[in-house]
């Protein structure tokens, strides 16, 4: 039993330390990310937001607190997650179509102007490209939250992209720090949007 609580205690830090040692790094990336949903929500734009593996859920509760609510009441802000069609086509198996799922869906709903927020733990390289694209291809602006992996998409990116990739393996702890990176960005659109909120 004391093994056992030493390994899950072991699991706390090893976040904690990613977090204090990537704060620094990741904070311009996750501003300029934060600027670049806000610039499209002003000017009347939406957000599609697609999730691969444990990035689905991610990508849901994102999008959740975009419509309804992150820590204040405001008005909804409009933001469309992609995830389940990704995930119910990866579930049966078709890599296929799996790799064109975020991009057929870009294709159909995404208009200029809108932002594409893609979120990745492991690096689904063959998905993720062609979403960009097709973001591009609809003069959409496109922001990417990854792994370690995912710098090798730099090539697809545009100057006017943003990737926060945060500079680890484990996908466990590439997930949380990705959802501490998209409570960073609902707390700066808030923000920006409504002003500062008094401390609690």
Known sequence: ???LEQRIQQ??????????????SLARPIADAA?????????????????????AALAQHFCAAFVGRFERD???????ALAVDAVLLGSLGARDLLDQAFAKQVQALG???DVLL???PLGHDAALRAAIDAAHARDMGVVVLGGRSVLALRTALRETDVLVAVPHDRSARVLELQLLVLHCLCDAV???LMGEQDPL
């Open 1 to 3: 039993m004391l093994m």
């Open 11 to 24: 699991q706390f830090f090893d976040s904690a330390d990613l977090q204090y040692q990537t704060a620094e």
């Open 35 to 55: 600027q670049a949903l806000i610039g499209c929500i002003t000017a009347g734009g939406k957000l599609l937001v697609g999730g691969l593996g444990g990035g």
């Open 74 to 80: 405001r008005p909804g802000l409009a933001a469309l």
């Open 111 to 113: 208009q200029g102007g």
């Open 118 to 120: 893609l979120i990745d």
């Open 190 to 192: 808030d923000m920006q």
